[in-house]
């Protein structure tokens, strides 16, 4: 089973910022794992919004898994795209319109070769959300996910 914790995740409670292509979170460094994502496993892309809901204007966002050689300061300038996410033309569009814990997508990873550097990428079409956070982390078992409140832990 593929380690959850702080090395198999992007993003934690992260707003969207109000640049397209701009790196989402934090980049996962696969050199230490030879570059397969799940250690020969099927692994699993889940992105959900965390403990505040999304508002504001903005019209069209998508966020896309990319890799590249280099680790990107802040935008991803020219990467390999491996999934290309769904876009919403607005809030109200999402899932759960926005609403705290709802799952965006739960997407399989591709199997494949993936550059060094893995991570989100997010993109608008105009001005980003005024308020609200997601959560972006890897799991083999998707299935089993359950959103619980900041800080308590599982069964």
């Known amino acids: 089973m593929l380690d959850i914790s702080k090395n198999n995740e992007f993003a934690a409670a992260?707003?969207?910022?109000?640049?397209?292509?701009?790196?989402?979170?934090?980049?996962?460094?696969?050199?230490?794992t030879g570059r397969d994502v799940g250690?020969?496993?099927d692994t699993w892309l889940v992105i959900k919004t965390s403990s505040t809901a999304f508002?504001?204007?903005?019209?069209?966002?998508?966020?896309?898994?990319?890799?590249?050689?280099?680790?990107?300061?802040?935008?991803?300038?020219?990467?390999?795209?491996?999934?290309?996410?769904?876009?919403?033309?607005?809030?109200a569009g999402m899932p759960g319109a926005g609403a705290k814990n709802t799952v965006?997508?739960?997407?399989?990873?591709?199997?494949?070769?993936y550059k060094r550097y893995?991570?989100?990428?997010?993109?608008?079409a105009t001005a980003a959300f005024t308020t609200g956070t997601l959560d972006a982390f890897l799991t083999t078992e998707p299935n089993r996910f359950v959103a619980y409140a900041q800080g308590v832990i599982g069964a």
């Open 14 to 32: 992260v707003a969207f910022p109000g640049t397209t292509a701009y790196k989402l979170g934090n980049t996962l460094d696969l050199s230490k």
């Open 39 to 41: 250690a020969g496993q």
């Open 55 to 91: 508002t504001g204007t903005t019209t069209a966002i998508s966020v896309d898994v990319v890799s590249s050689d280099t680790d990107p300061s802040t935008t991803w300038t020219t990467p390999t795209v491996h999934i290309t996410g769904d876009v919403f033309a607005n809030v």
């Open 104 to 113: 965006w997508k739960a997407i399989q990873l591709p199997q494949g070769t």
């Open 118 to 124: 893995l991570g989100l990428r997010a993109n608008f």
